[in-house]
Each structure stands twice: as C-alpha cells, then as structure tokens.
C-alpha cells in the first residue's frame, strides 16, 4: 500500500495534507528537484552545529508573477532575495528554508521546475536548503506558487558593523552595476512586452562580491540590495539613517539601453525599479578606488561604478544633478509602481 | 513629507512596495503590534552572536481559515507552530522572523490584531521576533492573510538525539494530553457549528515541556506534534521511521466527549485530527513512568497517558486494539480531511 503510487500531474490538497500524499511529494518531487538526497531532510527541523561567531537571520516571502521571466524565475529570486539579504550584512549564507504555498490545481511540472531552479541557484550560491513546508490551499486561495525562504548566515570576526548609521559626509557611494533589469524583466514578461535586445533579470548571489568588496574595502559603511523600491528607497535609507545628505550625478547611473528606452515609453523612472542582483554600499572616500576596482575585478560588479557621495548639506534628503545641471530631489518611493515584482 | 500620515484603515499595494507605506506600516502597526522597539528590526537581516553548540532551524507557512477561532488565532498559531517544531528536536527557542503576504484591502485593524497575537505568543513562548517581511498582493491572488514562521533554537549538550530510528521494541509511547481539539475547533469554526461547552484549539508552546520531559527521561527516543494528520501520521512516521511496529490501546487515547461526539456526528476518526499542543514521545520503557509523571506536573501535560507500545510485531505497522477487543491498522492519512487547518 505504501508505494502505491499518488497521481503526480497537480498538486491536490492531498499532497499539503501531512499524509502519504504529502510524503510522496517530498520523496519524488521535491527532494530530488532540489538534489537533497538525505533522510535527515524529512524532519521538521533542521539541526547542524552552530557555525560560531556572529550571525544573520533573515526572512522574505515571494509573490513575483509570472512565475518564470527572462533570465530568472521565482525560485532563484527566493535563493538570491535570502543569500543577498544576509550579504547585506556581510553574512556567508550558511542554511537556507524554503515553505511553499501552492494552490490546488498547479501543474506538477511547475512546482518541479521552479524547484529545480531553487535546487541550482542554491549550488550556485553555495548554500544547502536544509529544511522546509508545503501547504496546498484551494482553488482562488493563493495565485499559484508564493514561496518564503529564510537564511541563517556566519558573519566572520573581521567583517565591520554594517549599518547607514556609520555612513558621514564625505563618504563616496557605489552601485555594483546597471539598474532597473529585474523590473523591466517582470513588466516585459507580464504585459508581453517584447524589445530587442531582451532584457534579463539582474537576479544573482552577491555574498562573495561582498566578500572582496569588504576585504579591499574595510571601511565600507553600509550595504543594501535595492530591491523593491529600487535605488531611490536605498538612497532615501541611507540618508535617513545617516542623518546626512546625499548628492547623486544622473549621468553616472547605469542604465542598459532598452531600459532607459522602457522607461520613457512608460513614464517610469528607473530609479524606483527594482533590481535583484545589485548592491548599493557606502564607503569611506578614502577607500573608494579600491572598492570600486574590487567590484570590477568580479563578473557579479563588472559595470559597478560611482553614483555619488554623502554630504553634510541637505540632511536626509537625497538630491540628484541632472544632465542639464538643475538639482531634483529623488523622494522615497509612496505608491506601488509595479505589484509582485518580487 | 515624510511624515504625512498615510491611511491605515486596509492594507494597500503600497504597503508592500518597499517604500514610505511599508516604512510606515512597520513602525506604526507592526513593530508596536509585536512590542518590538528597536531600530535594529527595520534591518532586512537582524544580526547576534551566535547560541553556540548545536541548534536547530525549521520553517512553516500558516493559511488556517478563519484568521480567528476558539482558543486561538493564525498569529498564534504561526508562533507555537514554529516554536514546537524547534522543541520536537530538543532545542530552546532562540529568535523567529515572520513573513506576511496580505491581501490587498484587508481590514488593519484584522492585520493589527493578528500581530497582537504573534506578539502576546512570542512572549508567552519565551522568544522574539527578530526579522521580518511583508507583501501584499492584488484582492484574489490570497485569501486574506498568510503567515511563514521560522525559528533557530539552541539544543543543550545533554540533549540526546531524538529520531524515530532510537525507536525500538519495548519502547513506551506517550501523548501529552487529548487529542482532536484543534481539528474540530477550526472546523466547528469555520462551519458556524456551536456545541457546549466550546472546544478550543489546544494550540500552545511545547518547549518547556520537552525540556522538563527530557530531563526526567533522557531515553526518549523521539517526539513529534501530530499536527496535520494528526497521531495517526505522526504514529506511522514512528513506524516507519523505527521500522518496528506499533500498537495502541483505543481505550487509553484521551479525546475530550465533544470532540468524540462531533467525531462520530460527522464521520470522522480523531486520530487524523490536527493539534497544535500535544506531543507524542517515544521513550524506554524503564523510564516511562519518570517520564508521565514530569509531563503531568507541567500545565500543558496535565492529562498525559502513555498509549501504547513499540513492538518487533507487524514493522512499520500501526495497529489499534479496539475497546471490544479486536484489532485494525491505522493507515498513513492519505487525503486531506480538513485543507487548512494549519
């Protein structure tokens, strides 16, 4: 009776219900999709030794639609969103949890590809999903597939403190590449929008750029991946946090082509697009060559440049300077510019 | 601006955007809701030095409906659920995040009361949230409210592994009390059945429990709480886990005369029924005693019973003798009784 097999083609309120469906799914979808081969993957609970020194938690839930789009799909977003969040802090992710809630009805081979992605994006981040839960809800319950992954990540001895608190006048700012491709990726694929060249989604693991960042760069202040939000949240944190101005060039910002084309069909600022395969850090002028040259040294930060600095002027506000020379201020994002873009 | 107020009577778009909405509705309903204060909880990752030792990691997604029901809430739910699967391994608490994907035009004021539940269990529990995430997504794509938990916990140096592979013929098996409660107050719930008296959900935090039935008994061998599928999954995942065989005494099983009444009423067996305070341990025969009697001194173990035996008769088969004196297999649940319940 055990090894009856259960109809594999969707997924039933059976396969959430904590019984042989349940079981079954995890034995020959999940766990294989994901390459976790072990029995001690069936306990509620993961336990490992404590990786000592201190560490990062972080959690984030993913609603992005569609659940695949160029470049990226919903389930390296929910590996690279965690890996990333726990870098920002200057974390080496260590173990990653994935809970999915899914709606009756979803084609198997959906949960199976978006979990083999989480499966790659893991190895290719190089941490391990070490625990999880499914729930199945019915029909019109949940749009498909939201997943939520947590990390626990070892912050090493030698690593600063990270905050925008630290961050003062002076201080230059750094982007470790273009922005605005993970929205345009969405809203192309979820509107059928389609341009030549296809933009990707910028989705990718930055804790080893991290990594080098802080090694070249120890007196980095702050990091954050701007995601939803886009630079123009990241930069009004900063500013709010450091109590202190911030001063950037238009010029400087890196924008692909088709991007800043988008944009100005639409009437979108891609200042306020997400990304998710960026960072913005604040360091100490003084150190500013040696971060920016670390971050071009690696593929992840290779059109990484500066945008510009903190000032004592205007505190708490961040100010842009055009290309034609006038002073606009960029104000923290209010509405929703794009919905489920993560 | 920034501090124009902005309305908090529904959840909008905007307060999953990432930008002044989310800002707003984390320092004014979310952190005051959870009692959590500090500045540090606005940070993606909250950041401490690690427990030390051996600890444990698990992760669940909550979609109970209704949000409300006798004796408990999602909120509270969401923090003991997370809670018991740490204890199930043996470790205390050490911090939980929480993320929350709403559904567009919510009520606040059912957003607020729910964080007031996580807040009151994460204190009853012993434990804080330290990191969190909200999304919200467009009317439809999810019913109204669902909640991920994760939890890390430190699991002492004199903790013995607990795994049902320990399971071995002789063993004792003990519940820590009834069993069905939750099941039938979400389902009594939700089909605006009324009985007297009101059964409520047992829902409650189980860590120090263990700890107490841990030290009386180091030879538990294992423990799990029969949550969905409810003691039938948990006592086959023993059986199957131990590849011994299991058998119970149907007259020991504790289940309170309402729950067996709606039971027999409506079909239903409450051994599937789901629990969200009740443990099922595996413990040596010699200290089985030992290990009833810590868990009736203890308020959430008050009518603990042993309920049966581990056997080297019919492996990985759970059997039940009935009150009239014959015998039937408990089966592994393989559909799904009642679809949210957790």
Same mark, same amino acid.
């Given at each position: 009776m055990?090894?009856?097999?259960?109809?594999?083609?969707?997924? @039933?309120?059976?396969?959430?219900?904590?019984? /042989?469906?349940?079981?079954?799914?995890?034995?020959?979808? !999940?766990?294989?999709?994901?390459?976790?081969?072990?029995?001690?993957?069936?306990?509620?609970?993961?336990? =490992?030794?404590?990786?000592? %020194?201190?560490?990062? =938690?972080t959690t984030d839930g993913f609603t992005v639609t569609p659940l695949f789009f160029p470049g990226s799909s919903i389930g390296r977003l929910a590996v690279f969103g965690t890996v990333n969040d726990l870098a920002m802090a200057g974390a080496i992710p260590h173990a990653l949890s994935l809970a999915m809630v899914a709606e009756e009805g979803l084609a198997m081979n959906v949960m199976r590809r978006v979990l083999e992605d989480v499966g790659a994006a893991s190895a290719e981040a190089g941490v391990r999903i070490v625990t999880g839960d499914t729930k199945v809800v019915g029909r019109g319950a949940v749009d498909k597939l939201f997943l939520t992954t947590s990390?626990? #990540? $070892?912050? %090493?001895?030698? @690593? &600063? *403190?990270?905050?925008?608190?630290?961050?003062? &006048?002076?201080?230059?700012?750094?982007?470790?590449?273009?922005?605005g491709d993970h929205g345009v990726a969405v809203l192309a694929a979820r509107e059928n929008l389609s341009f030549s060249p296809t933009v990707e989604s910028d989705c990718a693991p930055l804790a080893d750029l991290v990594q080098r960042l802080l090694a070249a760069a120890p007196g980095t202040r702050c990091l954050r991946d701007p995601t939803r939000g886009g630079i123009a949240a990241t930069l009004n944190e900063f500013a709010h946090g450091s109590?202190? #101005?911030?001063? $950037?060039?238009?010029?400087?910002?890196? !924008?692909? /082509? &088709?991007?800043?084309?988008?944009?100005? !069909?639409?009437?979108?600022? *891609?200042?306020?697009?997400?990304?998710?395969?960026?960072? $913005?850090?604040? $360091?100490?002028?003084?150190?500013?060559?040696?971060?920016?040259?670390?971050?071009?040294?690696? *593929?992840?930060?290779?059109?990484?440049?500066?945008? %510009?600095?903190?000032?004592?002027?205007?505190?708490?506000?961040?100010?842009?300077?055009?290309?034609?020379?006038?002073h606009r201020i960029v104000e923290y994002p209010t509405g929703e510019l794009l919905p489920r873009i993560c």
């Open positions: 055990r090894d009856a097999a259960i109809p594999m083609t969707t997924v @039933t309120l059976a396969h959430g219900a904590g019984g /042989r469906a349940s079981d079954d799914l995890l034995r020959r979808v !999940i766990l294989p999709a994901l390459g976790t081969s072990t029995e001690r993957a069936l306990c509620d609970s993961a336990v =490992f030794d404590s990786p000592g %020194g201190r560490i990062a =938690f990390g626990i #990540g $070892v912050i %090493g001895p030698g @690593t &600063p *403190p990270l905050s925008p608190e630290r961050a003062r &006048p002076g201080d230059a700012i750094l982007v470790s590449g273009t922005v109590r202190a #101005g911030i001063e $950037v060039d238009e010029d400087t910002i890196p !924008i692909r /082509r &088709p991007v800043r084309a988008l944009c100005e !069909i639409l009437g979108l600022d *891609p200042l306020y697009l997400a990304n998710e395969g960026k960072l $913005v850090a604040v $360091v100490d002028a003084l150190q500013a060559d040696a971060a920016l040259a670390a971050l071009r040294c690696h *593929p992840q930060g290779a059109e990484a440049c500066i945008l %510009g600095r903190m000032t004592a002027d205007h505190p708490g506000t961040v100010v842009i300077r055009t290309e034609l020379g006038t």
